[in-house]
């Protein structure tokens, strides 16, 4: 059976989005720095020590996929440093949220890239911040940006891969209680992973590239 893997698998999103596809039947191989017992309890292949901001860490994932053939990657890893703004910005923490947020996605995807035939399809767990269009707040640059240019590498891989018959989602999962934004999110992580994977479900060459809310509405760029 081909595997389906999520990167950040060890919480949040990830974790739920793990639960949910075990539930399908599905061969999770769950991706994380380090685990933890609400992973393990599940009872899927987990694979440690994935930093995906590291050099390592696309090498090791690459290695423990051997030539198993991946039907699905969801590339959720991310983070976010609050308190970027004008004038006090925090350069650092900008460029450590483009390494997680945009790069490491991109350097997993190529890791991968042997692994993937026509109908795999790829998730990027991008942002409606990252949006240019729909942001009317300002503030939070480096998670803006990195999210930005997710966004950007994402269509640039869908363009890349289409003559392979991969398909890509581009996926906002909506304003989601977990650590990351200390649990002050509109919906839990179960719904969201719910409504993500039903944009997945719905993916297919046709609609490739398109960047989706998890509720199925299609968000500016």
């Known amino acids: ?26 061969q999770v191989l769950a991706a994380c720095r380090q685990s933890s017992p609400a992973l393990d309890a599940l009872g899927v292949e987990v694979v440690t020590d994935v930093d995906v901001s590291s050099p390592d860490g696309p090498d090791k994932l690459r290695e423990v996929v051997g030539s198993r053939a991946v039907e699905l ?8 440093v609050y308190g970027d703004s004008l004038p006090k ?11 997680v947020n945009a790069l490491a996605p991109l350097r997993i995807t190529a890791a991968l890239r042997e692994n993937f035939s026509a109908g795999t399809k790829l998730g990027f767990i ?3 911040m990252g949006s240019i269009a ?3 707040s300002g503030g939070a640059y480096g998670y803006r940006m990195s ?9 640039s ?12 989602a581009i996926l906002h999962p909506g304003m989601v209680s977990t650590e ?12 969201a992973a719910a409504g993500l994977l039903a944009r997945l479900d719905a993916l297919g060459p046709s609609n490739s590239g398109t960047f989706w809310h998890a509720n199925g509405e299609i968000l500016p760029w």
């Open 134 to 136: 729909d942001n009317g």
């Open 147 to 155: 999210k930005a240019a997710l966004n950007a590498a994402a269509m």
């Open 126 to 128: 991008t942002s409606r």
């Open 157 to 168: 891989i869908t363009r890349d891969l289409a003559p392979a018959g991969v398909s890509v």
């Open 1 to 26: 059976m081909a595997l389906s893997i999520v990167t950040g698998a060890n919480r949040g999103i990830g974790l739920a989005l793990v639960e949910a596809l075990k539930k399908r039947g599905a």
């Open 180 to 191: 990351m934004i200390g649990g002050r999110g509109q919906i839990e992580p179960d719904v």
């Open 89 to 99: 910005l925090d350069v650092e923490a900008i460029r450590r949220q483009f390494e």
């Open 73 to 80: 990657l969801i590339n959720n890893a991310g983070i976010l």
